[in-house]
């Protein structure tokens, strides 16, 4: 076995670990929200669809706006002054402070969510927006309808020294990735895991571990990381998915994060938590034993 890689410090996880204190218990309460709303501290995120604003710095771009200048925005965020790119821009690029992600992360899945159920899924009525955004209620058949979330597994299916990697057809030129798909309805995710990676890659796997997860706005998945312990060998792949994959060993793979293989292949960004269940592989850090 080869020595153990020296990957550096270990990047943060993009969109993760958000410091916003949530206070589900305050939202219904108009009189606390109306006191923060009229507070001169209070900031706002500036999203709209796929994009968000931000302020021009000398350093790191800064996306907090006063709630007057977010008001008096209107459809002049094209000026020389802001910055208008996407979330998934803003991570990898790191735009931002990191503090930020979570709360952008957070809110723009919001919104795609408000967006896409203004009327009642089911009579079809109009809906209102009431606990501060958190719920929308159907005024005339009285269904509570909660944000929601769409769990994606997003796993490594690993052998002894080596694993497998795919690539999308969406994939710039030379990354691969773990594989990935959305959780089915009355599906574990341990049977996720195993599920896709045999339809994607045409692999038996056996045990799987549980890694971490991400919050991923695009536009409202959360990403559950795991490994996977493969019990076949032979590859095959579904070209209606995958463009290609293959087996990986340690060594290429370590290159692949440290951006220094020989033909150019890499790994995701580390904002992705891709990179970190790959990297945890490497690392030596992955156990079925638990
Ligand atoms: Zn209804």
Known sequence: MSPRPDLGPKPRLGYAASSIERAAERRADAAALA?????????AYVVAGELVALKKATALADPLFTLAEARALGRTAARDEFLVTDLRSIAVRGLVEAEHLPPLAEGKALLNWHGRHRFCPNCGAATNLVEAGWRRDCPSCRAQHFPRTDPVVIMLAVAGERCVLGRSYRFQPGMWSCLAGFVEPGEAIEDAVRRETREEAGIVCGRVSYFA?????????????CHAEALSREIIIDRAELDDARWFDREEVASMLLRCHPDGLSTPPTMAIAYH???????EEVSFDS
């Open 35 to 43: 006191a923060l709303e009229s507070d001169p501290r209070a900031r």
């Open 213 to 225: 997860s991400q919050p991923w706005p695009f536009p409202t998945s959360l990403m559950i990381g």
């Open 277 to 283: 269940i790959i990297r945890a592989w490497v690392e």
